[in-house]
């Protein structure tokens, strides 16, 4: 998966690196018309697909190959790079080292700025890809490892209105599909099984459904599908219906979890922007279920480019285009990795 355009013309550029978790990426993109001038990615699923999920051992070996390659691609650019954007975190702490310290490297050799990029932010900054950024706008970010609503008034105004209690829908997705040996990942093999199945059979419970909190919580219904395929026997003894099925009522428990929590925050917000992004951003399913929702509102729904939903290096370098003209860089002795950390008064 690439993009690759002529530089003449071109002037200043950001170099963008991304790695925290198992998609080697680096970008180039244009300061100036924010135009994606290089994008390369490089996916590790087929290796990490026989273990049933990432193995971070494996990745972190996987992107010391992948990320030099990339950038041999990209050195035609290094003469108009002003500055190297990378992703320190959150994430797998030995994968994105990799990511960190050819950053460090390269801002070294080229002496110039390092912009350190959350990579959550970073997922927001896909909605605008080689466009204008919107404010203010509420985003629904569904990923591997986060499921949260966020209040986005700036670049360094990110308030998070609701996040999970425990297991990210992407996650959710990947071991019901690992309980059901479809394999990794598992969100696009339950979607297209959801397709061929009845939502209805299986009435699995949607999540806090009763509750006034404003939060997601997985776990639960997590279980609940678990209960019933070993009801049904074991995955050995699933039929092709059997799975369909479960994979639509599964998919229907999320989906009206997610609109239901959402519902409530949109009802309160004076916001007519609204966007889902990250990997799970993909399901048609959900994308369909909060047009509906975004119609009934009066709110405008912002989509991500498919090929845009999963990491990527673009978007990193894309917030890092808006860090930059705001003199938001920092010196390579002084960025490091950032696998978690404690969120202050709910911002992101």
């Known amino acids: 998966m690439g993009i690759y355009r002529k530089t003449a013309g071109a002037k200043k550029m950001i170099l963008s690196i991304e790695s925290s978790c198992d998609d080697s990426s680096i970008a180039i993109t244009e300061i100036d018309s924010k135009k994606l001038l290089f994008y390369r990615k490089i996916s590790q699923?087929?290796?990490?697909?026989?273990?049933?999920?990432?193995?971070?051992?494996?990745?972190?070996?996987?992107?010391?190959?992948?990320?030099?390659?990339?950038?041999?691609?990209?050195?035609?650019?290094?003469?108009?790079?002003?500055?190297?954007?990378?992703?320190?975190?959150?994430?797998?702490?030995?994968?994105?080292?990799?990511?960190?310290?050819?950053?460090?490297?390269?801002?070294?050799?080229?002496?110039?700025?390092?912009?350190?990029?959350?990579?959550?932010?970073?997922?927001?900054?896909?909605?605008?890809?080689?466009?204008?950024?919107?404010?203010?706008?509420?985003?629904?970010?569904?990923?591997?490892?986060?499921?949260?609503?966020?209040?986005?008034?700036?670049?360094?105004?990110?308030?998070?209105?609701?996040?999970?209690?425990?297991?990210?829908?992407?996650?959710?997705?990947?071991?019901?599909?690992?309980?059901?040996?479809?394999?990794?990942?598992?969100?696009?093999?339950?979607?297209?099984?959801?397709?061929?199945?009845d939502e209805n059979r299986f009435n699995f419970p949607i999540p806090l459904s009763n509750s006034p909190l404003l939060a997601f919580s997985l776990s639960g219904l997590k279980n609940a599908v678990r209960v019933q395929i070993e009801e049904l026997g074991g995955a050995e003894s699933l039929s092709n219906q059997d799975k369909c099925d479960i994979s639509a009522s599964f998919q229907k428990a999320i989906t009206s979890h997610l609109l239901q929590k959402s519902k409530k925050i949109l009802s309160t917000q004076n916001i007519k922007d609204f966007a889902i992004v990250g990997g799970a951003a993909a399901n048609k399913s959900i994308r369909n279920a909060f047009s509906s929702l975004c119609n009934k509102y009066n709110i405008k729904q912002h989509f991500v480019e498919l090929k845009y939903c999963s990491d990527n290096a673009a978007m990193v370098g894309r917030i890092a285009l808006d860090y930059f003209l705001d003199n938001h860089t920092t010196d390579y002795k002084n960025i490091s990795t950032l696998v978690s950390r404690k969120r202050q008064n709910g911002e992101l």
């Open 45 to 197: 699923e087929i290796e990490h697909s026989h273990f049933g999920g990432v193995v971070p051992e494996l990745a972190s070996r996987l992107h010391a190959v992948a990320l030099p390659q990339i950038l041999e691609e990209s050195k035609e650019f290094f003469p108009k790079l002003k500055a190297i954007a990378v992703t320190n975190g959150p994430g797998l702490g030995v994968t994105l080292m990799e990511g960190v310290e050819m950053a460090k490297t390269i801002s070294i050799m080229l002496n110039i700025p390092i912009i350190a990029i959350n990579h959550l932010k970073a997922h927001i900054y896909s909605l605008f890809i080689e466009k204008e950024a919107i404010f203010p706008i509420l985003v629904l970010l569904i990923s591997g490892g986060h499921t949260m609503i966020v209040k986005v008034e700036s670049l360094n105004s990110m308030q998070i209105l609701a996040s999970t209690m425990d297991d990210s829908i992407g996650e959710s997705f990947d071991k019901c599909a690992k309980m059901m040996n479809l394999g990794y990942p598992g969100g696009p093999e339950i979607e297209k099984l959801a397709l061929m199945g």
